[in-house]
C-alpha cells in the first residue's frame, strides 16, 4: 500500500479550493460590515416622494406593501418598522424612509453589484446540495490545517517546536471576543 504523501494531500486541496476560500474570505469581510455598508448592491437612485400617512397604529405589513406598489415596486416587502420619527420599509431591491410627521420621504433604489453579490450568495445559500458541498469544503479545510501541522517533521520552524504556540493563540483569540462580546 502506498503511504500517504501529506505535503501533496495539503497541496492538492489548497489549490482545489483556493477560489471558494478567497470568495468567503471576502464575502465574510464585507459581510462583517453589512450594518453599514451594503456591499452587495449599490444605490443607483434616490427620489424624493411625499405620502399622506394613516395613523402610526394603522401602518401594517399590509399598508407598506401596498405603499409599495403604488410606487410602481414589484419586489418582495422584506420588513417595516418605525425607527426615531422614521417609517422604514425593506423591499428586495429598494428602501423607503418617510417623516412620520411630514410624510416627506425618499425612495431609494439598488441593483445587484456584480460579482461581490453572486460572492455573498455563497454565504447564504441554503439548497441541499450546496450544504453537502459545505460540509465537504469544511472537511476538507480540516485536512488541510492538518496536514500543515505534520508538513514540517522537525526543525525550529516545526509544529512542536513553534506551531502549537501559534496554533494556542489563534484559538484563544477569537474565544476570548466570544466571551467579552457576548
Not at 20 to 31: D, K, N, P, R, T
Request: proline share 3%.
Amino acid at each position: 500500500m502506498k503511504k500517504i504523501n501529506f505535503r501533496n494531500l495539503h497541496r492538492d486541496l489548497g489549490y482545489f479550493y483556493i477560489g471558494l476560500i478567497i470568495s468567503f474570505a471576502i464575502s465574510g469581510i464585507l459581510m462583517n460590515h453589512r450594518e453599514r455598508w451594503h456591499a452587495d448592491k449599490y444605490t443607483t437612485e434616490t427620489k424624493p416622494i411625499a405620502i399622506v400617512l394613516p395613523a402610526e397604529n394603522e401602518i401594517t405589513d399590509q399598508f407598506a406593501e401596498n405603499l409599495g406598489k403604488s410606487l410602481g415596486l414589484e419586489d418582495k416587502m422584506r420588513n417595516q418598522k418605525i425607527k426615531k420619527g422614521n417609517l422604514k420599509i425593506s423591499f428586495e431591491n429598494h428602501d423607503i424612509e418617510i417623516d412620520i410627521k411630514t410624510g416627506k420621504g425618499e425612495l431609494v433604489s439598488f441593483i445587484k453589484t456584480p460579482i461581490v453579490s453572486q460572492m455573498m450568495k455563497l454565504h447564504k445559500n441554503t439548497s441541499n446540495w450546496w450544504i453537502y458541498y459545505g460540509d465537504i469544503f469544511g472537511i476538507s479545510l480540516i485536512i488541510i490545517a492538518f496536514t500543515g501541522i505534520i508538513m514540517i517533521p522537525s526543525g525550529k520552524l516545526s509544529f512542536k517546536r513553534r506551531g502549537w504556540k501559534l496554533a494556542i493563540a489563534g484559538l484563544i483569540f477569537p474565544l476570548l471576543i466570544l466571551i467579552f462580546l457576548n
